[in-house]
């Protein structure tokens, strides 16, 4: 069996520039220094995901169609409980769920692998944002703290509770849109004994992903995203018992501890928290 789950959803395959995107994250599995992971997709209405993810990574995946309707048509929560379902039936040990937007560094699942123990949880935030130029050069440069968190792992037996299980379908996120992150993470926050931020160990290379404009809460399906689903936060973390404040990326970045170099950590990004801290004064 798999000891790893990564769990992902895809957009359509059209031969446009968010399939350069989503074939550099499976070539970013593909090359893996740890290679005992399935990925598990799931496919709502998105043509071609199955065609296209089997070119790449051949049977080292495999496709929950799912058949969410209205407001749920693309849910996030949805699709992460379609991993969360395939991992367990299948006895594996952890869950990676992230975007189909990023470029994990060679060694993140190993680094997983090794971090990730029993009723355990973590991050790898915040990301690296790739930028290319009109000429094809790369640039390289460090996002916030306060940006969004596009991959994170859980040991499953954390699912094993029903208590933990039941929240899934308890506090459903509206399409692609933000939350999920806070709510997964606040699970991690409530009932995880360690939570990890193996930042300085392995990063997330984020690209952002083309829905006409650069994708922002300033982009009309972000920012109606945020309406919809931030109800459904401060629901959920009142109905475990968390601090409101957990509706906040940077409390979430706190809430997990960096696993090496911290002080290096905190020399990159001390000051954003700063200035937070700041602000909340």
């Known amino acids: 069996m798999p000891r790893i789950i990564v769990n992902t959803t895809f957009r359509d395959f059209t031969g446009d520039m968010n399939d350069e995107m989503q074939i550099n994250f499976l070539k970013s599995l593909k090359r893996q220094t740890f290679q005992?992971?399935?990925?598990?997709?799931?496919?709502?209405?998105?043509?071609q995901v199955e065609t296209a993810v089997k070119a790449v990574l051949g049977d080292k995946?495999?496709?929950?169609?799912?058949?969410?309707e209205g407001n749920y048509r693309f849910s996030l929560s949805k699709a992460f409980k379609n991993g969360v379902d395939?991992?367990?039936?299948?006895?594996?040990?952890i869950l990676l769920d992230c975007s189909s937007d990023v470029i994990l560094q060679k060694?993140?699942?190993?680094?997983?692998?090794?971090?990730?123990?029993?009723?355990?949880?973590?991050?790898?935030?915040?990301?690296i944002f790739l930028e290319c130029s009109h000429?094809?050069?790369?640039?390289?440069?460090?996002g916030g703290i306060?940006?969004?968190?596009?991959?994170?792992?859980?040991?499953?037996?954390?699912?094993?509770?029903?208590?933990?299980?039941?929240?899934?379908?308890?506090?459903?996120?509206?399409?692609?849109?933000?939350?999920i992150e806070m709510i997964l993470c606040g699970i991690a926050i409530k009932y995880a004994r360690k939570r990890y931020n193996i930042f300085e160990e392995s990063k997330v290379i984020k690209i952002e992903n083309d829905r006409g404009g650069k994708t922002n809460v300033s982009n009309s399906f972000m920012r109606e995203g945020h309406k919809r689903n931030f109800p459904i936060?401060?629901?959920?973390?009142?109905?475990?018992?968390?601090?409101?404040?957990?509706?906040?990326?940077?409390?979430?970045?706190?809430?997990?501890?960096?696993?090496?170099?911290?002080?290096?950590?905190?020399?990159?990004?001390?000051?954003?928290?700063?200035?937070?801290?700041?602000?909340?004064?």
């Open 36 to 47: 005992d992971y399935i990925l598990v997709v799931s496919v709502f209405y998105e043509k």
């Open 107 to 127: 060694n993140f699942l190993e680094i997983i692998a090794d971090r990730c123990h029993s009723l355990s949880a973590g991050i790898s935030h915040p990301n």
């Open 86 to 93: 395939y991992g367990l039936q299948n006895g594996a040990d």
């Open 146 to 179: 306060s940006e969004g968190i596009d991959a994170r792992f859980f040991s499953l037996d954390l699912f094993c509770w029903h208590e933990v299980y039941k929240l899934l379908d308890k506090f459903p996120s509206y399409d692609y849109a933000s939350g």
């Open 233 to 281: 936060v401060y629901r959920f973390l009142d109905y475990v018992g968390l601090s409101r404040k957990y509706s906040n990326l940077i409390e979430l970045n706190r809430a997990y501890k960096i696993t090496c170099r911290r002080l290096q950590y905190w020399h990159r990004f001390g000051a954003q928290y700063l200035q937070y801290v700041y602000r909340k004064i």
């Open 61 to 68: 995946c495999a496709f929950i169609y799912d058949s969410c």
């Open 135 to 142: 000429e094809g050069q790369k640039s390289y440069t460090y």
